[in-house]
C-alpha cells in the first residue's frame, strides 16, 4: 500500500493562501489517481480535488472551484494542492489521498481511494 504524508498546514486569515503537499512512497501502481479530500468537525469527509497521473484530467468540488489548483510531480511523487481566496468555510482536517484506477466521467468518490495519509489541519480565520 501506498504510504501518503501531508504538509503545509496551517492558519491563514480570510483571503489568504496556503500549499499543501503529499509525498508518496510505496507502490506506483496505486497512485494512478491522486486526491485530496477535508473533513470538518461534525461532518462527512468531502471530495476536494483529484489529478490523474498525467495531469490531464482534473476533478474540483463546485465549493472549491477557481480557487483551488490540484498538480502532481511524479518524478518526485508529490501532489499539491495550491488553495487562494481562503474562506472560514474550508477549515478542516485535509487528507491526500490515492487511488489505483480511473473513474472515467464520474466525479472521484471515497471509495475510489485505498490509501490515505494522516491529514493536517488547515485553519482559515474570519
Known amino acids: 500500500q501506498v504510504q501518503l504524508v501531508e504538509s503545509g498546514g496551517g492558519l491563514v486569515e480570510a483571503g489568504g493562501s496556503l500549499r499543501l503537499s503529499c509525498a508518496a512512497s510505496?507502490?506506483?501502481?496505486?497512485?494512478?489517481?491522486m486526491g485530496w479530500f477535508r473533513q470538518a468537525p461534525g461532518k462527512e469527509r468531502e471530495f476536494v480535488a483529484a489529478?490523474?497521473?498525467?495531469?490531464?484530467?482534473?476533478d474540483y468540488a463546485d465549493s472549491v472551484k477557481g480557487r483551488f489548483t490540484i498538480s502532481r510531480d511524479n518524478a518526485a511523487r508529490t501532489v499539491n494542492l495550491q488553495m487562494n481566496s481562503l474562506k472560514p468555510e474550508d477549515t478542516a482536517v485535509y487528507y491526500c489521498?490515492?487511488?489505483?484506477?480511473?473513474?472515467?466521467?464520474?466525479?472521484?468518490?471515497?471509495?475510489?481511494?485505498?490509501?490515505w495519509g494522516r491529514g493536517i489541519q488547515v485553519t482559515v480565520s474570519s
Open positions: 489521498a490515492a487511488g489505483g484506477a480511473a473513474v472515467g466521467l464520474r466525479m472521484p468518490t471515497l471509495s475510489d481511494f485505498d490509501s
Open positions: 510505496g507502490p506506483t501502481g496505486s497512485t494512478y489517481l
Open positions: 489529478i490523474t497521473r498525467s495531469g490531464g484530467s482534473r
